[in-house]
């Protein structure tokens, strides 16, 4: 079981810079591959990022490429999102997941977070 509290959201300007956070509980964190993923409103969850366990493998949705970047640290259980050159159209509310495979689809992750909410203003 995993337990995942996103925090770090917030209302930004475009060209700007915000950093997620995802707090996890439980014993076999290490052992999963974390993902954010994001959902504007009327519009489905959409894959952003994903590491597996060790860190050493990244995906990134083409339309973050080069701006996110996604970490994590084992030791204290925490996976980050940081967000470079944020657009408007990047406003949604943003979830970590948690699986144990590295996958870009939202039903194959078994563990979700509440979500925070992140806008960017034009």
């Known amino acids: 079981q995993v337990q995942l509290v996103e925090s770090g959201g917030g209302l930004v300007q475009a060209g700007g810079s915000l950093r997620l956070s995802c707090a996890a509980s439980?014993?076999?964190?290490?052992?999963?591959?974390m993902g954010w993923f994001r959902q504007a409103p009327g519009k489905e969850r959409e894959f952003v990022a994903a590491i597996i366990w060790s860190g050493g493998i990244t995906n990134y949705a083409d339309s973050v490429k080069g701006r996110f970047t996604i970490s994590r640290d084992n030791a204290i259980n925490m996976v980050y999102l940081q967000m470079n050159s944020l657009k408007p159209e990047d406003t949604a509310v943003y979830y970590c997941?948690?699986?144990?495979?590295?996958?870009?689809?939202?039903?194959?992750?078994?563990?979700w977070g509440q979500g925070t909410q992140v806008t960017v203003s034009s």
């Open positions: 439980g014993r076999t964190f290490s052992s999963y591959t």
């Open positions: 997941a948690a699986n144990r495979v590295l996958s870009t689809r939202p039903q194959q992750y078994e563990y």
